[in-house]
């Protein structure tokens, strides 16, 4: 028999929710995007785990008293998006050492009521790095960007690899990263504008590069690496985005080059937000699977 409306089962058939049910979100502004429901509905699913994944549009004016609901309803966690994830850290209990020194948390883990802040972005690309591009340690790297992907891509990089070029349209913001990423590594980082000038000197000598920049604003700068011959075969190249906005991966394949999108990195870094919360495995595979079908292959 058909379970009618209202009673513990939800209507889009993931599972049965009753009052055991205990739930994780995503929040940022805007929130529509996200893919991080899916994949995680889908881990849960998978797993027959008694969680639901919902998205929370949060306002920034909105930020702290979000924070005191989740503590007061007991939400187990939470990942943080554009444009909290900075100014979220003020709100927490706890903060990871990793997400201190980068400045940013994306997730948060409710024990207790006490939250604690953690960054898995620069772990979830350094995971997808070494996984293509293994071993990294011999790998001059050059960074697009120096936003707040950039920051905990580099963070985590640094530890491994042989240099890291910054290159970024404000070239003072690229410096403070640079200073910052020296002072606590022994690993070589450099700061650049970014320019086709400096596209042309620095990119030949890398055997990776990291795309953080915007979608809308990568094109301009995608087409120098490729149509001037700069990324060659073997070369690394990733893109922290994961929309289709962008030829930029289609033409560096094109070029020899390996490549990799930012939809394996927000897999790896759901992952990882995923066993902090619940102690258990992540089913990766049945991540992927979602997020692919969510994005639209």
Known sequence: MNEPLGSSATITGLHK???????????????????SPPIHNAAFRSLGMDLVYVAFRVRRDELARAMDGFRALGILGVNVTRPHKTSVMRLLDRIDRDAREIGAVNTIANTNATLSGYNTDGQAALDVLQEVGRPLSDKRVVILGAGGAARAITHCLSRTVLSISILNRTRAKASRLSAEIEMRSHGKCRACGLSKANLRKEVPKADLVVNTLPVDVLPHFGATLTHEGLIRPGMIVFDANYSHGSNFLVEAEHAGAIVTDGLDMLVRQAALSFKLWTGRDPPIDIMHAAAEEARGV
């Open 17 to 35: 929710i009753g009052g055991g049910t205990k739930v994780c979100a995503v929040i940022g502004d805007p929130i529509e995007h996200s893919l």
